[in-house]
């Protein structure tokens, strides 16, 4: 038997075309993720930032390195991506904590709560926070002002504080589905055992319950602090109107707001150097700590059951905790925005404003002329970037999982490397690749950000399609090809069919975070590609707060509607796949 296996594997590494999968998806993941990167990389060695064009130089390299101005960005950014991290991590796990190891009443309820802060893209929340703690205009502050008598207001969102604040509450949702699976696997009878044991509830804590969830604690806590290191939706919304840069906000000043008068590319590279390496370097523990998690899993013959915690005194606290994660994620922006764009201009909450309320921000936004050319682009950039990502990662799925291609570890890793390289990044990179190579003449198009929404959204696509393929077993296949059937026939009325319920959830969670994304759409913005999110901003930078919250509103209650349709998409899906 032994020797038979031996011989199948040799006679399939003997194949002249094995490594063929290999090298056909190694050709659109050089194109979307290793070329945009390398020019990158050759760019900062340009004099004038291009690459086509002559010379060589380590002026910007030298130059831009040895500014202590750099650094303190850099050091600056890092205090706010630890902030966020941490923030959205403690709430993430304190709900995940809650909801599957406690007694909390409608724990199914707050499942389906947690995925709604989703529908609030990050920008539209930094706006919701600012309407509300402006320190001049803000609704809260005027109200407190004037329930108080006070002659100054109280809270001020234009600080680091409220940057981590907003870019926190921002990420706990993502927190917290990373860190429920975690603890719905824990076995119970570990802790029963210790407790039986004579053990104190602080040594199951620190000596079962710990090391089972350090993985994900630690690989939740790399993944947020490579979102946060280079987003731009905060920081450009709350920090860079008082001159609090960041990373991402200083990118975006070199390109769009150059003291020069002119893009500095090459300082750009440069900075996009440092940053590349932090980020591949987490990127890199990210991976090895998600692929070595299965050392801290229980094995055990039986189904694990859970132990649940009654909660007894503590449970309206922990309810009130719920409740207000709900007011501050969901309710308080959504009624900010929303009184907000039934008014002529910002005011707080009173008889005078009630009277002023009517919907002519609305008929401003939705009579404007451009509106249904910018919603056509959104929805063309996100059914192109959602079925390119989804097709491509179900391919590199199937040849990471189900065969021995030579070559298909590094395939796997060029997928996963667009976490590393976030849209501030990866827009920087296409506009150096797409302005050197003229004869590919996208830049200024939808396309160029169909085509960065495809890059930056691919790792995801990816690691969800590697997990649904590895629960598909081998003997279907075999059996098909036992059968006669080529492979397009195998995949077409086998694979597909059974990871429909994958593909749906992959493709509605791209499509939808392609609709809200800002950051590459925005570096990557000309005069005729313009997206709800750029509008959305266009109107926020220009001064007009009514009119930006009447879109938002609209944003928003337009993602709430795709992520009902796509969970009933999955729905169907599932039910179509079953038995």
């Not at 980020?279 to 649940?308: D, E, P």
């Not at 570890?409 to 501030?424: E, K, M, Q, S, W």
């Not at 999110?533 to 993602?559: D, E, K, R």
């Amino acid at each position: 038997m032994t020797n038979a296996g031996t011989g199948l594997r040799d006679a399939r590494n003997a194949d002249p075309f094995a490594f063929l999968p290999s090298f056909l998806l190694s050709l659109p993941l050089i194109w979307l993720v290793v070329a945009p990167l390398v020019i990158l990389l050759v760019c900062a060695f340009r004099p004038t930032g291009f690459l086509l064009d002559p010379g060589f130089t380590t002026a910007h390299i030298t130059d831009t390195w040895a500014d202590p101005d750099l650094w303190r960005l850099f050091g600056r950014t890092l205090q706010f991506a630890i902030g966020s991290t941490a923030l959205a991590l403690i709430i993430g796990t304190a709900l995940a904590w809650l909801v599957e190891r406690t007694d909390i009443a409608g724990a199914g309820l707050i499942r389906a709560l947690m995925i709604l802060p989703m529908a609030m893209p990050p920008f539209i929340m930094a706006i919701a926070w600012i309407i509300l703690l402006s320190p001049r205009t803000g609704i809260a502050n005027l109200a407190l002002m004037q329930m108080f008598g006070l002659t100054s207001a109280p809270l001020d969102i234009y600080n680091m504080t409220g940057m981590i604040f907003v870019e926190g509450l921002s990420l706990s949702p993502s927190a917290f589905l990373i860190m429920a699976p975690a603890f719905r696997k824990l076995d119970a009878t570990l802790e029963e055992a210790a407790l039986m044991s004579g053990a104190g509830m602080v040594d199951v804590v620190r000596r079962i319950a710990l090391p089972l969830l350090a993985p994900a604690l630690a690989g939740s806590a790399i993944y947020l602090l490579i979102v946060s290191l280079v987003v731009f939706d905060v920081p450009g919304a709350i920090g860079h109107p008082v001159g609090i840069l960041l990373v991402s906000t200083h990118v975006y000043d070199l390109l769009f707001h150059s003291p020069k008068g002119l893009p500095e590319y090459g300082a750009v590279s440069a900075i996009a150097i440092i940053i590349a390496a932090a980020l591949v370097a987490l990127c890199l523990v990210y991976q090895r700590l998600t692929r070595t998690a299965g050392r801290f899993t229980t094995i055990t013959g039986k189904a694990s059951r859970q132990r649940t915690i009654p909660l007894g005194r503590a449970r309206p606290f922990a309810q009130a905790g719920v409740v207000l994660f709900v007011l501050l994620t969901v309710i308080a922006p959504i009624c900010a925005i929303g009184w907000t764009s039934l008014l002529p201009y910002q005011m707080a909450f009173s008889m005078d404003a009630l009277r002023q309320m009517s919907f002519a921000n609305h008929r401003v936004f939705l009579t404007d002329p451009a509106l249904l050319k910018v919603i056509g682009h959104s929805l063309m950039i996100a059914l192109t970037a959602s079925f390119a990502a989804t097709g491509l990662a179900m391919l590199i799925a199937w040849v990471v999982v189900k065969t021995n291609a030579p070559g298909r570890r590094l395939i796997d890793l060029l997928a996963f490397l667009p976490l590393a390289f976030p849209g501030v990044l990866i827009a920087t990179a296409l506009i150096y690749v797409y302005l050197s190579i003229p004869l590919v003449r996208i830049y200024g198009t939808i396309w160029i950000i169909a085509v960065a929404h495809t890059t930056v959204f691919l790792s995801y696509a990816s690691r969800a399609m590697n997990a649904a393929m590895l629960q598909l077993h081998n003997e279907l296949e075999e059996a098909a090809r036992m059968s006669g059937a080529h492979w397009l026939t195998m995949m077409r009325r086998i694979v597909v069919p059974l990871l429909l319920p994958a593909l749906a959830a992959v493709w509605i969670w791209v499509f939808t975070h392609s609709v809200r994304e800002l950051s590459s759409a925005l570096l990557l913005q000309g005069r005729d590609n313009a997206t709800l999110p750029t509008l959305l901003f266009s109107y926020w930078n220009q001064g007009y707060p009514t009119t930006t919250a009447a879109v938002a509103i609209w944003l928003v209650l337009g993602l709430v509607a795709l992520m009902a349709v796509g969970q009933g998409l999955q729905a169907i899906a599932t039910r179509r796949s079953s038995p």
